[in-house]
């Protein structure tokens, strides 16, 4: 790997920063700085996170940057949820981002307990 952008994790997560403006565009004008901020913030939270990790100098570091990102994403999954209980994005919708945000959860999961092994 040369760089942070490499990562499938960080692909992956870029994604679903792109499905979440998208998806979040459609909640209502008076959530823009609610909920719709928060989500927003912690989505970009998850590829940030494992970029700056990335560029730190030690696996101990560039873990504890994957501890942030992958709570950032728990995050993120409580927020959709509570944006599906409001009825601000259908069942599909939910079904969908959530499913994306799984498959992050294991693959950043999986990244981390090799990464551990390595400390």
Do not use: H
């Amino acid at each position: 790997m040369k760089t942070f952008r490499d990562l499938l994790i960080w692909q992956k997560s870029m994604s679903l920063v792109t499905k979440t403006y998208i998806l979040s565009s459609k909640f209502p004008k008076d959530e823009q700085f609610g909920l719709m901020s928060q989500i927003r913030r912690c989505s970009v939270s998850v590829p940030s996170n494992i970029a700056e990790g990335f560029g730190r100098d030690s696996n101990k570091d560039f873990y504890r940057f994957l501890k942030i990102s992958i709570g950032s994403l728990f995050e993120f999954q409580t927020q959709i949820e509570i944006a599906f209980n409001l009825n601000y994005i259908s069942e599909n919708e939910f079904k969908l981002i959530f499913k994306d945000s799984r498959e992050c959860e294991r693959m950043m999961s999986s990244f981390m307990r090799k990464i551990k092994e390595n400390l």
